[in-house]
């Protein structure tokens, strides 16, 4: 069952000519693990705030077509209610801690008090949280001490602890190091294995191979791809139109070229590389 | 419990953590009593107002705050040497009297100036101490919270609290940027004026990065509901006991009898 929607969106921001996103349609099922890539100003992060609700409601603009999700409309919905339904986090962890709270455990209810949750569900919501994240250690510190890929994941947690249907991530390891960004996609795996219906737009494709169960190349505000991370990352048309793509596919490519991989698909991540160099040796 | 307990580095407030009577007060009913003390010491028709509450009401509530040493550290090194200073400029400079005690050059000290610029200073040092008192034993958030609960704008209260921790933020990143600079050959360290002329290229990165920011945060606090028209819960719980009511119902009494009296005898 789809439980976001998005039949033919177009969508210009304030003061500009070019569509962010033209004639779009996106069915993401629910529990479904979705990755969007893209060249910068492809619409990545568009695409993330048409699906959490901050176009139009915070962005203004001009948006026509539907958004959908779980049921509701976007724009018959106002924006505090709708992030009740879709989470999001995105690049920079620091803009993200509210500055209103002195502790990480402060910091994790702010959304809860916002949205009016009794003291005791609140501590027990924060609580199961921080331990679904793993930083129950944390609890205590000042947000601000903490390291990026820590800030980053009391980011997510703090999204995690309003309980969305739909979670949307905007390049959130875009800032990390390689410990941070292990850290931040080890709890959106374990997000998406929970069933929670995951949205993230990321660069970083390597990972995106190992985790998503779908992805999305967008170019100027219009899919361009829409497949499993085999059949998308692999394909001749990425390169050509200015994506980044994964070393280990470009190694495959050129060993292809010249005869050495025998293979049908090329490979994403290091595994398939190693797995399918070593049968042609074998061979 | 999970409350403000935080190592000393990572302390952006004056709040000290204890366990004392004073920290269990209501945040509303310290704030009276801290206003009704200064209202109290400005309006009080009688010389000896400051100098007696000084002595009866804020130092021996330092002690029932437990915070003592932490009060009179900030008397001693911060609050003694302003008061001294504005003690000095008053009976210098205020030329009221005729009682010449002594002459200085061109400058006449009267006993009314001596009298005046001495109790000017104690309200100072009043106001200046009970607040110390009231930040030294109140959470800002608690505070802001009760606050809000009582009907202040949530937006305002947000204002406040993430100004102060803010603060600090833009400081380092201040000091990023300017190191930055002198990297590429920015003077930071000649006349007063190059300084101040190099200040330019510093205020771009640091007001315009700042208002990037400022979207994006707003941003990250609207995707946790800060505008939900809900009713607001919060995590602490607040106390407000029939003392806290009394108490500040003495306070505004206390004020207005000091009001009557002062119009009384003047």
Same mark, same amino acid.
């Given at each position: 069952?789809?439980?976001?929607?998005? !039949?033919?969106?177009?969508? *210009?921001?304030?003061?500009?000519?070019?569509?962010? @996103?033209?004639?779009?349609?996106?069915?993401?099922?629910?529990? +479904?693990?979705?990755?969007?890539?893209?060249?910068?100003?492809?619409? *990545?992060?568009?695409?993330?705030?048409?699906?959490?609700?901050? &176009?139009?409601?915070?962005?203004?603009?001009?948006?026509?077509?539907?958004?959908?999700?779980?049921?509701?409309?976007?724009?018959?919905?106002?924006?505090?209610?709708?992030?009740?339904?879709?989470? @999001?986090?995105?690049?920079?962890?620091?803009?993200?801690?509210?500055?209103?709270?002195?502790?990480?455990?402060?910091?994790?209810?702010?959304?809860?008090?916002?949205?009016?949750?009794?003291?005791?569900?609140?501590?027990?919501?924060?609580?199961?949280?921080?331990?679904?994240?793993?930083?129950?250690? =944390?609890?205590?510190?000042?947000?601000?001490?903490? %390291?990026?890929?820590? !800030?980053?994941?009391?980011? /997510?947690?703090?999204? #995690? &602890?309003?309980?969305?249907?739909? #979670?949307?991530?905007?390049?959130?390891?875009?800032?990390?190091?390689?410990?941070?960004?292990?850290?931040?996609?080890?709890?959106?795996?374990?997000?998406? +294995? $929970?069933?929670?219906?995951?949205?993230?737009?990321?660069?970083?494709?390597?990972?995106?191979?190992?985790?998503?169960?779908?992805?999305?190349?967008?170019?100027?505000?219009?899919?361009?791809?829409?497949?499993?991370?085999?059949?998308?990352?692999?394909?001749?048309?990425?390169?050509?139109?200015?994506?980044?793509?994964?070393?280990?596919? %470009?190694?495959?490519?050129?060993?292809?070229?010249?005869?050495?991989?025998?293979?049908?698909?090329?490979?994403?991540?290091?595994?398939?590389?190693?797995?399918?160099?070593?049968?042609?040796?074998?061979? | 419990?999970?409350?403000?307990?935080?190592?000393?580095?990572?302390? #952006?407030?004056?709040?000290?953590?204890?366990?004392?009577?004073?920290?269990?007060?209501?945040?509303?009913? *310290?704030?009276?009593?801290?206003?009704?003390?200064?209202?109290?010491?400005?309006?009080?028709?009688?010389?000896?107002?400051?100098?007696?509450?000084?002595?009866?009401?804020?130092?021996?509530?330092? /002690?029932?705050? $437990?915070?003592?040493? +932490?009060?009179?550290?900030?008397?001693?090194?911060?609050?003694?040497?302003?008061?001294?200073?504005?003690?000095?400029?008053?009976?210098?400079? !205020?030329?009221?009297?005729?009682?010449?005690?002594? *002459?200085?050059?061109?400058?006449?000290?009267?006993?009314?100036?001596?009298?005046?610029?001495?109790?000017?200073?104690?309200?100072?040092?009043?106001?200046?101490? %009970?607040?110390?008192?009231?930040?030294?034993?109140?959470?800002?958030?608690? @505070?802001?919270?009760?606050?809000? $609960?009582?009907?202040?704008?949530?937006?305002?209260?947000?204002?406040?609290?993430?100004?102060?921790?803010?603060?600090?933020?833009?400081?380092?990143?201040?000091?990023?940027?300017?190191?930055?600079?002198?990297?590429?050959?920015?003077?930071?360290?000649?006349?007063?004026?190059?300084?101040?002329?190099? #200040?330019?290229?510093?205020?771009?990165?640091? &007001?315009?990065?700042?208002?990037?920011? &400022?979207?994006?945060?707003?941003?990250?606090?609207?995707?946790?509901?800060?505008?939900?028209?809900?009713?607001?819960?919060?995590?602490?719980?607040?106390?407000?006991?029939?003392?806290?009511?009394? =108490?500040?119902?003495?306070?505004?009494?206390?004020?207005?009898?000091?009001?009557?009296?002062?119009?009384?005898?003047?």
């Amino acid at each position: 069952m789809a439980i976001v929607n998005l !039949q033919n969106i177009t969508y *210009k921001y304030p003061l500009t000519d070019a569509p962010a @996103l033209q004639n779009m349609d996106l069915q993401v099922n629910e529990g +479904e693990f979705v990755a969007i890539i893209g060249p910068n100003g492809a619409g *990545k992060s568009t695409l993330c705030y048409t699906l959490a609700g901050f &176009v139009p409601h915070f962005f203004k603009g001009e948006l026509t077509g539907v958004v959908e999700v779980a049921g509701v409309e976007s724009h018959n919905s106002s924006l505090s209610e709708w992030v009740s339904n879709v989470g @999001l986090a995105f690049q920079n962890p620091f803009n993200q801690i509210s500055g209103a709270k002195y502790t990480v455990f402060e910091e994790l209810a702010f959304g809860l008090e916002n949205t009016g949750v009794p003291r005791d569900e609140m501590k027990a919501r924060v609580e199961d949280a921080m331990q679904l994240t793993g930083i129950s250690d =944390l609890a205590e510190r000042s947000p601000y001490s903490l %390291s990026g890929g820590q !800030q980053q994941r009391v980011a /997510l947690t703090s999204i #995690l &602890v309003m309980q969305p249907k739909v #979670l949307v991530l905007d390049e959130p390891t875009s800032q990390m190091d390689p410990i941070g960004t292990r850290e931040v996609f080890g709890v959106i795996h374990r997000m998406a +294995e $929970r069933g929670m219906t995951v949205i993230l737009a990321e660069h970083k494709v390597e990972w995106i191979a190992q985790f998503a169960d779908r992805v999305i190349a967008l170019k100027d505000g219009q899919i361009l791809l829409d497949g499993t991370p085999s059949k998308v990352l692999t394909s001749p048309i990425l390169p050509a139109n200015g994506f980044g793509i994964s070393r280990y596919t %470009s190694a495959a490519r050129k060993a292809q070229a010249m005869g050495l991989w025998k293979k049908d698909g090329l490979p994403v991540t290091l595994d398939e590389a190693v797995e399918g160099f070593s049968n042609e040796g074998a061979e | 419990m999970y409350l403000i307990i935080q190592p000393m580095h990572e302390r #952006l407030s004056f709040y000290v953590k204890r366990d004392s009577p004073l920290h269990h007060l209501n945040p509303l009913t *310290k704030l009276t009593l801290v206003l009704g003390l200064v209202l109290i010491s400005f309006l009080s028709p009688w010389y000896w107002t400051p100098h007696i509450l000084l002595v009866i009401a804020i130092f021996p509530l330092s /002690l029932v705050g $437990r915070v003592g040493r +932490e009060f009179l550290r900030t008397f001693l090194r911060l609050i003694l040497p302003a008061a001294s200073f504005l003690f000095f400029m008053q009976a210098f400079f !205020q030329p009221i009297g005729d009682q010449v005690i002594f *002459k200085l050059w061109f400058l006449d000290i009267t006993q009314e100036s001596l009298l005046f610029a001495f109790r000017n200073a104690m309200r100072i040092i009043v106001m200046v101490s %009970s607040f110390t008192l009231f930040l030294l034993t109140t959470h800002p958030s608690e @505070l802001m919270s009760d606050l809000t $609960r009582r009907g202040l704008p949530p937006q305002f209260a947000y204002v406040i609290i993430s100004t102060l921790q803010i603060l600090p933020q833009m400081q380092a990143k201040a000091q990023t940027i300017i190191a930055a600079q002198r990297s590429r050959g920015l003077d930071t360290q000649s006349s007063f004026l190059r300084r101040a002329g190099s #200040l330019f290229p510093l205020i771009g990165p640091l &007001v315009f990065g700042s208002l990037v920011e &400022v979207e994006e945060r707003a941003i990250a606090i609207e995707a946790r509901g800060f505008t939900s028209t809900r009713v607001k819960t919060s995590l602490y719980e607040i106390p407000d006991t029939n003392l806290d009511t009394a =108490l500040r119902w003495t306070f505004i009494a206390l004020v207005i009898i000091t009001i009557v009296l002062k119009l009384w005898l003047s």
